[in-house]
């Protein structure tokens, strides 16, 4: 769909900064992607209650120690 929109000079150059996209469109379209992929997360609240886990699980042996 082709639209034409005002954007923020100094936000579109924040944005390129830190994506490293080239292009105006690769920008709109990555931002989009984001608010979609976030809008779709559950939020934890909504999974309480809804996880269980089986008697004895350990989810502690599943850590990781990254600090050695």
Same mark, same amino acid.
């Given at each position: 769909?082709?639209? %034409? ?5 100094? &936000? +579109?150059?924040?944005?390129? $900064?830190y994506? %490293? +996209?080239?292009? $105006?469109?690769?920008?709109?379209? &990555?931002? +989009?992607?984001? +608010?979609? %992929?976030?809008?779709k997360?559950?939020s934890?609240?909504? &999974? ?6 089986? $008697? ?5 042996? &599943? ?6």
């Amino acid at each position: 769909m082709r639209t %034409n929109i005002v954007i923020d000079d100094t &936000l +579109l150059k924040e944005a390129v $900064k830190y994506t %490293n +996209l080239k292009t $105006k469109k690769e920008i709109i379209h &990555l931002a +989009l992607q984001e +608010l979609v %992929n976030n809008y779709k997360k559950k939020s934890l609240l909504d &999974l309480k209650g809804d996880i269980s886990f089986e $008697k004895g699980y350990d989810y502690k042996k &599943l850590r990781v120690d990254t600090c050695t």
